[in-house]
Structures are given as structure tokens and as C-alpha cells.
């Protein structure tokens, strides 16, 4: 069973920051690849970013260089920091183990002036 607890979101103005952290209560959470994703209204969830086990990440080219994935596995918590942000970032954000389709209840960023 997976329990993922998304949080940290809010509204922000343009080339504002935010850092979502994401507590997964998920067994050997250490050894687990993970990945943020988001939904816009009317859109498709998509994969903003996701991090290795060992560290390793990849971005999505529409966040490449604003946002930054990064993991505490003594927490069990995944991060993403987001910095630049754009009303097009505005999406429901989630986390969750690439080989597990369980979701949380997102948080809400939202970019507007």
C-alpha cells in the first residue's frame, strides 16, 4: 500500500519560487525511482521530473533549468523546487514511484500576477 502526501503548493507571481515536497510512505522508498508530474486544466497529466534511486535526473524540456528534482530518503520525501515559475507551471503538481500507479491528492500551484 502507498500513501503519498503532495504539499507546498500556492500562488505565486510570476518568476516567483516554490518548493513542493512530497512524503511517500511507500516500502524501500530508498531504492525507488520517483517522478513528479502535473495536470493543468483541460490537460493531460504529464512528467515534469523524475530522480533515480542514485540520484540521477531528468526534466522535461518545459521545465529544464527552472526546476530542480531532489530526494531525503532518512524522510522518505522527494522534492521540487521550482524557481522562474510561469502561469503556464499553473497544474495540479503530484509525486509518486515510477512503478507504482498510485496517486495523492496533489497540491495546487498556481502563477498569476
Known amino acids: 500500500q502507498v500513501q503519498l502526501v503532495e504539499s507546498g503548493g500556492g500562488l505565486v507571481q510570476p518568476g516567483g519560487s516554490l518548493r513542493l515536497s512530497c512524503l511517500a510512505s511507500v516500502s524501500a522508498f530508498s531504492v525507488r525511482d520517483m517522478g513528479w508530474y502535473r495536470q493543468a486544466p483541460g490537460k493531460q497529466r504529464e512528467l515534469v521530473a523524475t530522480?533515480?534511486?542514485?540520484?540521477?535526473?531528468t526534466y522535461a524540456d518545459s521545465v529544464k533549468g527552472r526546476f530542480t528534482i531532489s530526494r531525503d530518503n532518512a524522510k522518505n520525501t522527494v522534492y521540487l523546487q521550482m524557481n522562474s515559475l510561469k502561469p503556464e507551471d499553473t497544474a495540479v503538481y503530484y509525486c509518486?514511484?515510477?512503478?507504482?500507479?498510485?496517486w495523492g491528492q496533489g497540491t495546487q500551484v498556481t502563477v498569476s500576477s
Open positions: 530522480i533515480t534511486s542514485g540520484g540521477r535526473t
Open positions: 509518486r514511484p515510477l512503478a507504482i500507479r498510485s
